[in-house]
């Protein structure tokens, strides 16, 4: 059993999202840089009168009615859309595999796509929040750069190889795409004066780290007294709630007539079942049996020796 803690960093990330969208918007840095420049000015009166003299070297733009373009809208991308329309933005969203849970956080205001060229086309700021999968690997590269709204801002704090680095470098020498911001340096892109990257910081905050570690810890303690599967990158999701007498774990691979065989085993121990769920992913299947009876060594030894199952734990109410 291997779980994860999706959406635990989301605010962490959500952060970094909009401090990317400010400095890509506003030449902080450089009018940070140059004011240090100055260090050996000690005159005040003078020091004033160059700065107010040069500030129009580092104008930026205001966020307030540009228009953000949210590639995928789960637990982060859905935070970032909101954020987008508190600071004044219109905000687009599209997200093929938009799940049940993830669509109730979407604010209404967002305008959903139905494909993404023409996300591109409208947004002046185009975010990513997908997960690296071999169809979103290159999602970003020659073709879908040429859709893009000349000049706009990518940011990238989802994974690398979303984007192709080399088609992004023909983009960014164009003009196609204005800045690219993201959290994955990449050689080519670290001395651009139009590429800002960090060094991996989504989630380095102790607020981030406490709450994956608190989430994955919630999860064992679930997964240890109730049986109940939450957020698992090998095992199928399973939630049966309390338990009501007894419960059998039971992990088997996935294949014909395994639920027939243990509902069986149990009707000929005249054992009644008070609830029961099955759910399967890939090549593992797992149940969760509640039962009325104490379920003793024979019970579990003849649900062991059905073929294809893996193992069995016996869980009782606390």
Known sequence: MVFNTPGANANSVKELVLTALLLS???VFGGINYVRSLVNIDDEGKLNKL??????RFKGRELVGKTLGVVGLGAIGSMVARAGLDMGMH?????????????WRIPAEVSRMQD?????AQADYVTLHVPLLPATEAMVNAESLQAFKPGSVLLNFARQPIVDSNALTAALDSGQVGKY??????????????????PHLGASTEEAEENCAVMAADQLIRFLQTGSIVNSVNFPMVSLGQIEGYRLAVTNKNVPGMLGQMTSVLADRNINVIDLLNKSRDDIA???IDVAEVPDQGLIDAICAIDSVISVRVLRES
Do not use: H, I, Q
């Open 25 to 27: 918007s506003r030449d």
């Open 51 to 56: 700065v107010e003299a040069e500030k129009k």
């Open 91 to 103: 905000v687009l969203g599209y997200d093929p595999a938009l799940s049940v849970d993830a669509a």
């Open 116 to 120: 993404l060229p023409s996300l591109f």
């Open 181 to 198: 911001v993201a959290d994955f340096p990449v050689p080519g892109l670290l001395d651009r004066d139009n590429v800002m990257l960090t």
């Open 286 to 288: 797992y149940n969760l």
